[in-house]
């Protein structure tokens, strides 16, 4: 995933923090009742319209204990149980966030990550191929170490995605984004249209990377659809987390996380059809819970666009694009919820 998070250091100078704040806590009654499927996603403009199509049981997060302190929400989405929550930028932050969701969490028994990416080319079949911006990545697996190692997506849930590719309908031309997360609707606004209908590429090699050298890239609550911590349907109806608020600021100080956002723009090198920062790590967590796991992926930025700033210093597609790929994986998403089913647990 490509992304501006040095927005961040912004949106600190211009977002106003409520002094209330709710206290850390587990799941309340009921909440692993039944079987639930996790939806997880890195920030929130990739979580915007899965969390805008489900009804929540709760505007307020159910909060992890310290020190990370992560939220999520429970609720219904295509009539089906699903807890959902975003991980947080860099592979630091997707491995705590999975692991504290496991351990509030009893009743997860299938996991799905929706997000954005970078393009990457490889063969599949003996035929080369290249994903572009709006094209929608479904990898078989993802390496957090240059091919070293894999984390796997599992077989069964990318037929489940296969059978209904061929009915969503991937959009082509940039919407409006919500980078103040007003969840206003705007309504059509005319912008950038690509001479191509997106796809959806199923399998090959996915690459996670940790440009953060190891730490935890910060999040700012109430920090807009770029930089916050919380997605835009659920931002200005939550309370915040004072600890978490102060390790943001703290975070985005560091000149780590400085260093982290320049080696964004880098290539991931090897034959991969994307490449983000999140979902091999992810995976790993899921796999050695053993779960079932799928992974989507549009892509964001990395080849020829209509307004041809391609050439342009990172995150200038970025920023452009991001919100088109964000909805395109969102759509396949919501249209594999909606056709999977559950499974019961043991």
């Known amino acids: 995933m490509r992304r501006i998070a040095v927005l961040a250091a912004i949106a600190m100078l211009l977002t106003g923090i409520p002094a209330s704040a709710l206290a850390a806590g587990g799941p309340s009654s009921g909440v692993c009742a039944k079987p639930r499927l996790l939806i997880l996603s890195a920030y929130p ?18 909060r992890s204990g310290a020190p990370e302190s992560k939220e999520f929400w429970t609720g219904t989405l295509e009539g089906k149980p699903v807890i959902e929550g975003l991980t947080g930028i860099g592979p630091v932050n997707a491995t705590n966030t999975t692991t504290a969701a496991f351990s509030v969490f009893d009743c ?25 911006i709006g094209d929608v990545t479904v990898p078989d697996r993802w390496t957090t170490d240059g091919g070293r190692t894999w984390s796997t997506a599992t077989p069964a849930l990318q037929d489940v995605a296969a059978k209904v590719a061929p009915r969503v309908a991937l959009q082509n031309t940039t919407p409006l984004a919500d980078y103040a997360c007003a ?5 059509t ?16 090699d996915g690459s996670t990377t940790d440009p953060f050298g190891g730490h935890a890239a910060p999040c700012l609550q109430h920090g807009g659809d770029l930089a916050g911590c919380e997605p835009c349907p659920v931002a200005l ?11 943001s600021t703290e975070g985005v100080a560091d000149p780590t996380f400085v260093t982290g956002l320049f080696a964004l723009a880098g290539a991931s090198g090897g034959s991969y059809i994307e490449a983000d920062e999140e979902t091999g790590a992810v995976a790993a967590v899921v796999n050695a819970h053993g779960v079932p796991f799928i992974g989507f992926r549009a892509i964001s930025d990395g080849t020829p666009d209509p307004f041809g700033i391609q050439n342009l210093p990172f995150p200038s597609q970025y920023l452009v694009y991001q919100q088109l790929a964000a909805d395109n994986a969102a759509r396949m998403t919501l249209a594999f919820v909606g056709a999977y089913k559950i499974p019961h647990r043991a």
């Open 45 to 62: 403009a990739e979580m915007g319209q899965i969390m805008k199509a489900t009804k929540l049981d709760s505007v307020e997060p159910i």
């Open 108 to 132: 997860i028994t299938s996991v799905a990550f929706s997000g954005v990416a970078g393009a990457g080319s490889d063969t599949y079949g003996g035929v080369p191929r290249q994903s572009r």
């Open 183 to 187: 969840c206003v609707d705007a309504g």
């Open 189 to 204: 606004i005319p912008g950038a249209t690509f001479p191509y209908t997106p796809v959806v590429l199923f399998h090959g």
């Open 237 to 247: 109806g939550t309370s915040p987390d004072p600890g978490r608020f102060v390790a």
